[in-house]
Each structure stands twice: as structure tokens, then as C-alpha cells.
């Protein structure tokens, strides 16, 4: 099944959630409930909300979770000052609660790769959405790690409450 707003339907077991809760999953196989977890989770941005508002949400959201904004990058921006065009808006949130960070990389030290924890904002046709790749997936390419597992769970907590608050604007 193909949306054609949204840039990642296509991507097998793609699931992107809105802001109203509602789960729009979608696998190649039709069986969303059976799959197993998958590495993007996307949310999108309710219309009027702003790029300030978004950024101010997560950097609110964050310390509300116990966590930092440790990082922005703007691509649109970076590409602006080199003379490309850029019109849609792309911005990397890093994002770190270093004391679940600490925990997971003490047994798990690879998981660094994938540190800081990322939130993208992103626009596509006209429609601004917050993505991240989830720390549990990560972990899915190292050895188990039952202590790794249940920090990541909760950095995913953590992260998608962050993403639900930035999409409203913080509202």
C-alpha cells in the first residue's frame, strides 16, 4: 500500500504514527500485529506548528525527560551557505540522557554509533514530520544485552514522548 504523501510508504514495515494516535502501520505483508519491531518510528506535525515552536518543544520535552539537546543541524542551511538550493526544511536534533547512555554503553559499548539519539525534522509535499531511528532496533545488531534492552525501551519511551510533544508544538 503506497501513500503518496508520505516519502516512506513504500519501505517494507514502514509504520508511521500521527499525532492523534492512530497507527497507520504498513508491512509488505499485510500483517502489521505479527512483525517484528521496526527501526523508524515517524510522527507528523500537527498544520500551523512552526519550525521555532518544534525546536523549542523538543528542547522542553527533553528536559522534561532528563535529557539534553546536545546537538542541531540544519541541512537546509548548511546547503544555503554552499550555494545550493535547499526549500524544504531538514534539522538533526541530537538528543542524550547520559545517564541511560552511560547504562547501555557500559555493557554495549558499540551502541556509540548510533549516539546521540536523533530526532529529525523534516518536510515533505509541503508537510513538516519528526522522525528517529529507535535505540531498541539498534541494539538488535549486538549481542543480547537483557540490562541494554530494558534502558533502550525506555529511551524510546523517552524519545517518542519527545516527538508527540514537539508535533503539537508543545501544547
Known sequence: MHDAGDPFSEWPGYRCRGTRGADRSRSSVGHATHRPQLPLYV???????TPEQIKIAI?????????NLVGTLNIQRGLQQRGIKSKD??????????VLGAKILAGTPEFGAFAPCKIVLFETKGKLKLMTYLPTYALKYFPKNAEAQKVAQELDKQIIHIMKQAATGGF
Open 43 to 49: 510522527v507528523d506535525v500537527q498544520p500551523g506548528v
Open 59 to 67: 528542547q522542553t520535552a527533553a528536559e522534561g525527560e532528563n535529557m
Open 89 to 98: 526544511t531538514y534539522v538533526i536534533y541530537e538528543v542524550c540522557n547520559l
